[in-house]
């Protein structure tokens, strides 16, 4: 078959779909409604004559036919980028998409320079296009890995082969609890006491837990994969749970958190920038590199 643009949109949405884990996931994405990603895909599987997946009640799953057109499809997309800019380094001009994949809350951290990254690179060209993703920060790597992202902002502590990582600086991690909980308002000698059947959050950070170490009671009751959702299993006033000090820093304020013993219930994990060689052949790629580790050095 001919490719043409509606077909790369097409494949863009399905290679969404597939990476969000199925239709719904692929929503606040892709920024449309279910129905619409489902003619989408629907409209896919006519043009290319196959069926790409399986979707109802049992979950999503991909056929066959749609792993190989996945694969290919990640292939052609990146082939497309790559023809965008080299035709842009031909005319000595900064073109074409900057794909960024972020973890959550990031924002709030006035130490992150990303806004400043991207309205440096913005000073250079208006010939560029912004794409931000934010993603779990394993899903953070793996777009980098599969090529959907130029570079990747995130914490990792097990890195994988063939990602290049760039501490960018360190984020201050608290234990909290919510007004409420019995030990917001106990005497800080009875803070102990409380902590031995007070359940603490267990999150998409949990490989920290053996570095922390901190002995303290982790249950299945109350799981979060994403700050906010820590942040409102704390509210509740029934649980305690780490944060980080920037994004916490709000309720705080309020005073609606507080921090629990935090001389000796915090950690620290490195902020990263996760880059793949295969990503960086272009000199738009280069640019975006080069800003985030100067917005992050020098705070400007």
């Known amino acids: 078959m001919q490719v043409h643009d509606v077909d790369l949109r097409l494949l863009r949405i399905f290679v969404a779909i597939v990476e969000c884990g199925g239709l719904s996931a692929a929503e606040s994405r892709l920024n449309i409604g279910r129905s619409t990603i489902s003619s989408h895909l629907s409209d896919l599987e006519v043009r290319l004559g196959i069926k790409l997946c399986k979707r109802g009640r049992s979950g999503f799953e991909l056929t066959e036919p749609g792993r190989v057109t996945y694969q290919a499809s990640l292939e052609l997309l990146q082939q497309c980028e790559a023809f965008t800019t080299t035709i842009a380094s031909s005319k000595n001009e900064l073109s074409g998409r900057v ?50 992202s130029l570079v990747g902002l995130g914490v990792s502590r097990h890195h994988i082969r063939g990602l290049d990582y760039h501490p960018l600086y360190n984020e201050n991690n608290y234990l909290y609890c919510g007004v409420g909980h019995p030990l ?117």
């Open 184 to 300: 917001f308002a106990c005497n800080p000698s009875d803070v102990e006491r409380h902590l031995q059947s007070a359940e603490v959050i267990t999150s998409n950070y949990t490989r920290d837990k053996e570095t922390r170490n901190d002995g303290l009671n982790y249950q299945s009751t109350a799981i979060a994969y994403h700050d906010e959702g820590i942040a409102h299993l704390i509210l509740s006033g029934d649980f305690i749970g780490y944060l980080p000090e920037h994004y916490a820093s709000y309720w705080v304020d309020k005073g609606l958190f507080k921090p629990i013993l935090p001389s000796r219930y915090s950690y620290q994990i490195p902020v990263v920038m996760i880059t793949s060689k295969n990503n960086l052949a272009s000199p738009l790629a280069n640019a975006l590199v080069k800003e985030i580790i100067r917005c992050h050095k020098t705070g400007q």
């Open 99 to 148: 794909t960024i994949a972020t973890i959550d809350t990031m924002v709030s951290d006035p130490r992150c320079g990303v806004a400043r990254a991207i309205s440096a690179l913005r000073a250079q060209s208006e010939h560029i296009q912004f794409d931000i993703n934010v993603c779990e920060a394993k899903e953070v790597e793996t777009s980098v890995m599969n090529g959907r």
